[in-house]
């Protein structure tokens, strides 16, 4: 039988309902009494300043929980179950309308986003082929073509509920399209595994 081997993916990992409704109340709720910034490149996106989850009782509780997936997932990454550690932890608030830039996390390996509201469906987290690979400059983009891991250019998450949580390495770019559904609140981390060893020679990580 003919079979198709996927080569060199890119994991991202979807873990649905992480958080009961209490907490993700609990967590929109203190929103309101976060000091927030506005966002450089969006006039309608706020973010809370950045916290480390171990002085922010909610922060705390959501990472804790994201811990046992940062396992999982970092042993896709890196091939083995390492001690992870979410460094930082910030909102994002953004009203109608508002949109967020195509970016990437710098200084962590991988980064996560809970989702407190639920989105509008154009306004879903999309992530971006890595650019400047070593692909065709050729592409077959046309309204019959079958879009799958292998040609398409974007992923959007396809569902983000409240309470649901994603996973994707930090170098991943993504963006939010502009907001055409009410205000959407999500949380986002940044998360290192405590050390990586290539034969011996370690690399170690602490707060
Ligand atoms: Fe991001």
Known sequence: MDQIEPLFPIPLMRCPGLLD??????????????????NLRSE???HTEIADPRSDELFRRMSDLAIPKLVDFGALLFGERLEWMVKEMWTNVLEP???QALHSHANSFAS?????TSSHPGSHTAFVRPPGGFEFNFRHHTRSAAMGPFNAGKYVVPEAEPGDLILFPSY????????????RVTVAFNAIPDRLDCWGYQIKFAP
Do not use: D, M, T
Not at 112 to 116: E, H, M, N, S, T
Not at 172 to 183: A, D, F, I, R
């Open 21 to 38: 409704a209490a907490l993700v109340e609990a967590a929109v709720e203190a929103i309101g009494n976060a000091r927030i910034e506005k």
């Open 172 to 183: 991943l770019y993504h963006e939010v399209p502009k907001n055409q559904g009410g205000v």
């Open 112 to 116: 996560g986003v809970f989702y407190l």
């Open 44 to 46: 309608q996106l706020f």
């Open 97 to 99: 309308g508002g949109s």
